[in-house]
């Protein structure tokens, strides 16, 4: 077998390799044999048409199909031969025989790309850190009385707990007076949601009561220009929102028994909500983490990697969103370029994962497989036989090892949450 490597350009690589009739021979005689056990011909059991007639009559055909699967044989061989580092699927490009019966075959490849792994240290990440404080309880404990809340008619509207339901009739730009038709709407005014102009509005009105309402919308709200929105709005039915007590009755019905009384149904938001938090601070950490490493580190990505990348975040898209039709009549190939970026990110984590895994040698730990282990109630020798069964699971537990081990090399910075949001500009 006779190699040449070319490189294309960046990480693509070309291999040209020629066989001999001879090399190629073994290969062809596999491929008789299995097309002699599906044959039949008259005259002949199945499987026992003789070699020689099937040659004769199939020859240049089974010899033709045999030959992407020599070519991938011989890629093989090749990459192992020449220590490529190949990523990606091949492409075959070229296929055609030799005047000496042989066969030649042009394969496209991207190799591996040389990542230098930065010090850890020169990663700055800030963790922010937060307290669960009595008001997050309080707010935690009202939307669970707002779940299992009451309505009762009611005559008029005294402050936000209430479910009004309104009617929107647009207004004549020339005689101010209402148009016919219009919209209606429910509104539950505690919510935060709300327009607040709307709910100071709706404050002591009655069933049957009537108010004009103007919203405004900027330049590019449904709108090239600035503009306002002008309505005659009628009340058309108030509702009170009744809270449940929170006796022993509601505590025991909202946790089927499980709590008592308000103080331990408190006490077990509080041990919630800190779990939550700490669940949603480890994601955001681990988000920061890959930027981070992202950032530090650059190389080339394998284009063959980030477009198959960007064909299964397509793929995914269209099958989260079945129903959406916009999405839908999007053409294949502008979805995929659209996820290309997205792609490269994760292509290009990816391939530093792999390296810190590689180059720190890290694997599964006996403690993490023991604490595993005890969650399921089996033994280590059992989940390591797991583990070697479920791949998906044991690269999920790697990816736990590449963060731990990462996270204890890192510099993480503590701020408080609501000093941060303030920065961003947001609410604490």
Known sequence: MQTTINTIGGLRRSIEITLSHDELAPHFERAYTEFQRELQLEGFRKGKVPIDIIKQRYGDQIERDALGDVASDA???????QSLD???????????????RGARFVIEFDVMPEIALRPYDEIEIVKPVRQISDADV??????????SAQLEPAEQITDSM???KLKFAPVDPETNAPLLGGKEQEFFLDDERMDPLLRTELINLRTGDTFIYRTEHAAGEHGNEPHTHVYHVTVQQIQRVVLPELDEEFVSKLTGGRLRNENELREDIRRALEEHWEKEIASYLRERLVD????????????SLVRAMAEEFATDALERNKDDKRLASIPRQQLVEYFLPQAEQSVRWQLIA???LRTENLTIGSQQLEQLAARYGVDVAQLKMALEQNPSLRNRLLTDALFDFLFQRVRIVERPYDELMAEMGGEG
């Open 75 to 81: 890629f093989r061989t090749a990459a192992t031969e």
């Open 86 to 100: 190949v990523v990606g699927t091949p492409v075959l490009v070229e296929m055609n025989r030799t005047a000496e």
């Open 138 to 147: 309080e707010e935690e404990l009202y939307n669970l009385q707002l779940r």
């Open 162 to 164: 209430y479910v009004v």
């Open 292 to 303: 981070a490493m992202v950032e530090l580190h650059d190389f080339p990505v394998p284009e």
């Open 354 to 356: 792999d390296t810190v």
